[in-house]
C-alpha cells in the first residue's frame, strides 16, 4: 500500500502521467482505498502547484469513471469544515517537540496563526516548521496566515491517510523534484509520527528507479546525517556519516 502511495505522489509531481494511471490501476487492484490515491495525489498541490495536480486529477478521475467509484468517492467526503471539530489541543500539544514548546517564538505564532494550524506543522515537521512560519510571517504576515492554514490546518489535517504515510509520501514527492530541505523536514516528520528508519530509507532508495542515483544518494546521505545527529546509526548498520567523493 504505502510503496504505491508513494509512487503515486513521485508520478504526479514529475508530470508522468501514463505512469501514474498504471499506479492507480495498480493500487486499485492491490486493494487500496480510492480515497486514500485521491489523497496522496491531491496533496501534491503543496509542492507541486495547481498546474501540476489538475491533470492529476483527470487520470484520476479517468479510472474510477471506468472502475465505477464516484459513488463512493462522493459517500465519504469530508463535511466543509475538515476535521477541525474532532481535534483536541491537549491531545496534539503531546507530540510537540520540547525545543519547538521552549521556542519563544512559539506562544506568538500560535496565538495570531491558530493553533489548529501551527501547531498541525508542530506535529509533522519539528524543529523546522517555527523556522519557515516566523520566515515568512517577518515579511508577509497575512500571506503567512494562509499559508500555514492551507497546508497546515487544511490539507494537512484532513485524515484520509495516517500521519506516518502522509509523510512518508511527502518524502517521495520532495525526492522526486529534487527538493532536499524539505525533504529533510519529513524524514524527521515521518520518524516522529512511528515511521521506522528502515521505512524511511526504502522511500529514499526506490526513488533510484524512476528518478536516478544522484538524487537518491543525496538523500540517503540527508538521512544519514539525521540518524547520526539523533544517535542512531546503529539503527542503519553504522554508516559513515559521508561517502568519500573520490578515490584517495
Known sequence: RTRLLVL?????????????????????????????????????????????????????????VERGLLKELQANQLPLDGNDRKRSYEEER????PDDLA???CADLMERHGWLAVGRGLTLRPRHHLNVLSWLDTMDPEFA????????????SRGIVDDKTRLLCMIGDCLAVGEGTQAKGHMRG?????????????VI???CVNFGMPPMLHALEMFVQIMAEDGRLAEIGNPPVRVESYAK
Not at 145 to 156: H, I, P, T
Open 8 to 64: 503515486a505522489g513521485q508520478y504526479t509531481m514529475a508530470k508522468s502521467y501514463p505512469a501514474l494511471d498504471d499506479t492507480i490501476r495498480a493500487a486499485l487492484t492491490a486493494g487500496v482505498a480510492s480515497r486514500e490515491i485521491l489523497e496522496i495525489i491531491l496533496q501534491c498541490v503543496v509542492y507541486g502547484g495547481y498546474t501540476t495536480v489538475r491533470p492529476a486529477i483527470g487520470v484520476f478521475h479517468r479510472v474510477a
Open 205 to 207: 532508495l526506490q526513488t
Open 94 to 97: 503531546k507530540t510537540w517537540h
Open 145 to 156: 496566515d494562509l499559508w500555514v492554514k492551507f497546508c497546515y490546518q487544511g490539507m494537512y
Open 103 to 105: 521556542d519563544p517564538r
Open 190 to 202: 515521518a520518524l516522529r509520527n512511528g515511521a521506522s528508519p528502515r521505512e524511511v530509507m526504502e
